[in-house]
């Protein structure tokens, strides 16, 4: 089908008149279109232009990835308008994100295939890299989540249990998005608060 939008979508120049002479005389000195070119035509001859009818073909094959685009559910192209449920909207979150999580999986995967190969031309053992060393990532947080008291309940719930650090408590609610650390990185938060030496400032 692409195939065909572009070749069909593609003028075609044409000369009328034309004998065995003049096209092998064409032939051998080839034949220039534009407009600052003197273009020779033969006697009684006429020039032309030969086109499918303006953008038509063309409109229609975006037409369709247009279509095809909102079919695969990327919601960035096109918002719903109409009322939805708070489990409907919960839904169509979790599909639209699990189109759009493929997608920028594959471009993370990618980008950082052609970085590796990249680095072969200027270092000597590309290999040494580890895949933490050359990693290209696309955020995947589509949608914020925004702050839920109950979450924060539960966070300083299991704080003062000993489960979970305050820090972590805390930064919940000053940014309303779940702290992004390592559970080694977690413990030593919770070390550090049970010797009353953990700092709070992030420096």
């Known amino acids: 089908f692409q195939e065909s939008v572009y070749y069909m979508g593609q003028p075609q120049y044409y000369v009328t008149g ?15 279109v534009g407009s600052k070119t003197l273009m020779p035509i033969p006697k009684d001859g006429s020039f032309g232009v030969a086109q499918v009818e303006p953008n038509t073909l063309s409109r229609e094959a975006m037409k369709d990835k247009w279509q095809q685009m909102k079919e695969m559910g990327a919601r960035l192209v096109e918002n719903g308008s109409a009322s939805k449920t708070a489990t ?22 990618a980008i950082s295939m052609a970085l590796r190969w990249c680095a072969k031309f200027v270092m000597p053992d590309v290999n040494v890299l580890t895949k933490d060393d050359l990693l290209y990532e696309i955020s995947q947080e589509f949608n914020k989540q925004g702050y839920l008291a109950d979450l924060s309940r539960q966070l300083f719930e299991s704080a003062v249990q000993g489960h979970s650090s305050f820090k972590s ?35």
């Open 169 to 203: 408590w805390w930064e919940y609610n000053q940014s309303g998005m779940f702290p992004k650390q390592s559970y080694d990185d977690e413990q030593k938060n919770l070390d550090a608060e049970r010797e009353g030496k953990l700092d709070l400032t992030g420096e």
């Open 18 to 32: 034309v004998d065995w002479n003049w096209f092998q005389e064409s032939r051998k000195n080839g034949v220039y």
């Open 88 to 109: 409907e909207a919960k839904n169509d979150d979790a599909v639209q994100h699990s189109v759009l999580s493929l997608c920028t999986v594959n471009i993370n995967e």
